[in-house]
T-cell receptor, first 115, second 111 residues
Framework: GAGVSQSPRYKVAKRGQDVALRCDPI?????LFWYQQALGQGPEFLTY????????KSGLPSDRFFAERPEGSVSTLKIQRTQQEDSAVYLC?????????????FGDGTRLSIL | GESVGLHLPTLSVQEGDNSIINCAYSNSASDYFIWYKQESGKGPQFIID?????DKRQGQRVTVLLNKTVKHLSLQIAATQPGDSAVYFC??????????FGKGTMLLVSP
């Protein structure tokens, strides 16, 4: 597609369940980023991939969060044993080149609600 | 005028006015800055960026000004339209580090 695509758009889960969020970056984009956005706040960095390599995961809040991009295109963010504080919008972004001064293009996010 | 809404400062303007949205950044070593527009239920949309070797950059109806001395960034929108109503975020980056976003400003444009 022409833009970054994320699915599902909305996800409701009970506390303790595992969830998986998908990101399809713009075709051919090398770099892929995941962000978490709380209500009324700016996006906060979670993790960064260059092709299939996860080069930075310093923003992942706990070991319950795991991300992968096995073939260097589609990425999945998995949250295990979800907690209420995980409720947020999860945004994915991509850039055409390696981590450099290029604008990141964002998807519309997945809104995750943990009951 | 400006007011503090739900976690977000708000700028209210009339259609046709020029809008100025301000951002104070924290890292004096940041060398890349970017403005995003975010509408409700959507992801951030790129507006304009600027590198630290510049102090002004213009786009279509938008201008970004960078004052490194006081670590201040501003976004000017000319002839503001109702479709410009959104939350605007500035973001900064040092070298190849990650983008750090500010808290955002809500722009409300009245017809």
């Amino acid at each position: 597609g022409a833009g970054v695509s994320q699915s599902p758009r909305y996800k409701v889960a009970k506390r303790g369940q595992d969830v998986a969020l998908r990101c399809d970056p713009i075709s051919g984009h090398v770099s892929l980023f995941w962000y978490q956005q709380a209500l009324g706040q700016g996006p906060e960095f979670l993790t960064y991939f260059q092709n299939e390599a996860q080069l930075d995961k310093s923003g992942l809040p706990s070991d319950r969060f795991f991300a992968e991009r096995p073939e260097g295109s589609v990425s999945t963010l998995k949250i295990q044993r979800t907690q209420q504080e995980d409720s947020a919008v999860y945004l994915c972004a991509s850039t055409i080149g390696a981590h450099s001064n290029q604008p990141q293009h964002f998807g519309d996010g997945t809104r995750l609600s943990i009951l | 005028g400006e007011s503090v809404g739900l976690h977000l400062p708000t700028l209210s303007v009339q259609e046709g006015d020029n809008s100025i949205i301000n951002c104070a950044y924290s890292n004096s070593a940041s060398d890349y800055f970017i403005w995003y527009k975010q509408e409700s239920g959507k992801g951030p949309q790129f507006i304009i960026d600027i590198r630290s070797n510049m102090d002004k950059r213009q786009g279509q109806r938008v201008t970004v000004l960078l004052n490194k001395t006081v670590k201040h960034l501003s976004l000017q929108i000319a002839a503001t339209q109702p479709g410009d109503s959104a939350v605007y975020f500035c973001a900064e980056r040092e070298g190849y580090s990650t983008l750090t976003f500010g808290k955002g400003t809500m722009l409300l444009v009245s017809p």
